[in-house]
Nanobody, 116 residues
Framework: QVQLVESGGGTVQAGGSLRLSCAAS????????MGWFRQAPGKERDIVAR???????MHADSVKGRFSISRDTTKNTWYLQMNMVKPEDTALYYC??????????WGKGIQVTVSP
């Protein structure tokens, strides 16, 4: 089992910055992909960014050039640096992880609100 805990959410003004953290515990050695997802009210959960064990990353088109995913393997933690945020970035943000074998794990989610 893997447990994920998000932190760093809150309210920020448009154009500002915020950094989300996701701390993993448990069978972290079994993880090969970690990421951030978000869900706005009335919408489906969408991927924001992902990072693999290899260090390769991907970012959704809507956040490219503004958000950046990174990780600290010594702390079993990954981050989402959010810059130049927009009101449309307002959502519940989840961290997720996938282990070899396909099992997926999710955090409980953390609210990010961007005020105009």
């Amino acid at each position: 089992q893997v447990q994920l805990v998000e932190s760093g959410g809150g309210t920020v003004q448009a154009g500002g910055s915020l950094r989300l953290s996701c701390a993993a515990s448990g069978r972290t050695f079994s993880l090969y992909a970690m990421g951030w997802f978000r869900q706005a009210p009335g919408k489906e959960r969408d991927i924001v960014a992902r990072i693999w064990l290899s260090g390769q990353t991907m970012h959704a088109d809507s956040v490219k050039g503004r958000f950046s995913i990174s990780r600290d393997t010594t702390k079993n933690t990954w981050y989402l640096q959010m810059n130049m945020v927009k009101p449309e970035d307002t959502a519940l943000y989840y961290c997720g992880a996938t282990e070899y074998g396909g099992m997926e794990y999710w955090g409980k989610g953390i609210q990010v609100t961007v005020s105009p």
